[in-house]
């Protein structure tokens, strides 16, 4: 949906390009003669007219300048849209395939265990019967003896412990499904992938989906306290503001060093929702504040940041007919406010 | 056979995650499992058990899998060390391979029958192969190593070059080659006990593969690998498939690239008095990376499989 809309506007833009292109070439072969002439009448009359070329060149550079940084803008944000979703893409199933892999670790493993516990135990039970055959079978003569070997067997049997650590590994294996499950659940949930659109949600479930995904990257380091109030729901599209939410959070975790503190708020205002995430970061320097919502802008390292995470926030808040702000300190913490409207009916798509 | 193959390896697993432990000691019930949950523990605990194998996890909460590994590598060097990875990060495949000295990394979720043959693997290596001092040698002798034992550049890019001559030949005798083939000629005819290499090169194409092979025959020779593909994927594959000895990222520093010379030259010069210890350092024969490992061309191999081999007790123990 949203590349189908960048689509068009680069269409659009290349379009429109060829036609100033042309004019502006038109421009240029009726000044040349009148110029000439002019050149001829008078040598100040000739220097007026050189400046007048002169301006009007400079115009018309100016104009191609400008038509050009449109084009390219455009263009650029046709690509922040297409990356973003790709990028929000690989950061998603990174951390899903973190959180998946250890109790698919250890269930995948149990799985295997078991069916040979399970074996062992069977030979076990096996090896037990044919003690129990032979001393059904026993006559007075072999009974002691018969006796002797069953109860052997017996203790043998008693003895194993194959089926007290299948059950134990049964139980936790039944566990890491339920944490698989439930992280399944919540994708889809993130995801929305059967239900995309609009829709009446309320924030709270945005963000813990959102705290969820980004859980990988808080773990062990950054404590979150989540202040959550009773809100009405909002009408959004609820995989958009995930991302939102996921790329505020993203940011918080990053500009924390080894540990941190991270505050989710949120509060319903008069007809708006408002949910802000505070953390005790490295915070942003003022000259550095005005950029960071500019597509590309990052401070991180190649290969760390697109510098696409708030711009996108910015559109998407945005096109809530909502706002974003922030405030931060340097070497205190940085807050991100953002606020959407409880009815917003021509919220685009 | 041996007498000590008959006591149940002593393995200890460190995770932070409870259900892991006990999946792996379940799996490994043949052998005495002992598990950790606390890595700040794990050194202690390899020390008073004696362990033979240590199976860890990278991501800990308390303490990071590499560094757990460092300690228990200097509190009880003995134990052969096996990293459980969830997903790669170079920074930490780095760090295992010049600090904590892995021998193996295992991803999650691992194959059962795989982490199975290699536990046993490094257990028999762990009892078996000696261990070489961790002693420094003394300075007359140092000198005579270097003066003895060969470092080999495979590398084509002369600004990389010119750096390592610049930082090498003062100390050592370097030699310089741009092609395989240059290569296998100055292995052929002079002891070498460091090969310094790229992963690739321009003309030379992938020289992975070749790094396998000839740590398949050749062991005691420790390969450093500089790169400027920093890459944890690769970088796991040529430890677990080519057990190289050091990783550096270009462009080389002098600190580091002197430090992982001296000490390949050293562990050189003591694998030649102390020849058995090399299995250590070699691919074992677990049936994960001896086969499918190494397609290099049968007439390389061939070439690769006749270098002499200069520590002379090396081909008895081997054969
Ligand atoms: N919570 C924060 N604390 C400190 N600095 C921040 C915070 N959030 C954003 N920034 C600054 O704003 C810049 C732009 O952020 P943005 O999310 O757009 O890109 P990025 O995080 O650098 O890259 P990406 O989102 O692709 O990982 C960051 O590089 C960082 O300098
Ligand atoms: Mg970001």
Redesign the pocket.
Known sequence: MVSDIAGTKSRASCNEFPILADNSRGIESHMSPLLLTLIFLSLALAGAAGFFYVGQARLRARITELEEEGRKKEASQAQVMHTTKL?SLGQMIAGVAHEINTPLGFVKSNAEVIGDLLTEYEQAVAKCMTGVDFLLNADAATFERAKTAVARVRMELANAKGLVEARELLTDSVDGLKQMSALVVNLKGFARVDRDGMDLVDLNDCLQSALTIASHQLRDRVTVTRELGKLPKVRCMPSQINQVFL??I???A??MGEEGRMVVRSRVLTDTVEVSIE?N????PDN?LPK??DPF????NVG????????I?HKIVQGHGGTIRVK?EVGK??T?VVELPIQHKDAKK | MEPTAARPLRILCIDDESRILRALKALLREHEVHICSDPRQAPQMAKDFDIDVIVCDQRMPQMQGIDTLREIKNAHPRALRILLTGYADLKAVLGSVNEGEVFRYVNKPWENAEIKALVTEAGRIAREAPLISSEPISEREAEEARGTVGVLVLEEDAVTQNRLREILAPHYQVRFANTIDRALMLLEQHETGVLISETETHKQGDLTQLLKALKLHHPYISTVVITERANAQLAMELINEGQVYRMLLKPVRMGSARLSVDSAITRYWKLKRNPRAVKRFALGNAPSFVEHSVPVSEQLMARIRALPTRIVELMKFNG
């Not at chain 1, 970061?281 to 942003?284: K, N, W």
């Not at chain 1, 802008?297 to 991180?300: A, H, L, Q, R, V």
């Open positions: 990028a790329n505020l993203t940011n918080a990053q500009a953390d970061g490295a915070g942003i550095v960071i919502f802008f990052t401070t991180k760390e940041g697109t510098g696409l995470g708030l711009s926030v931060s913490g940085t991100f």
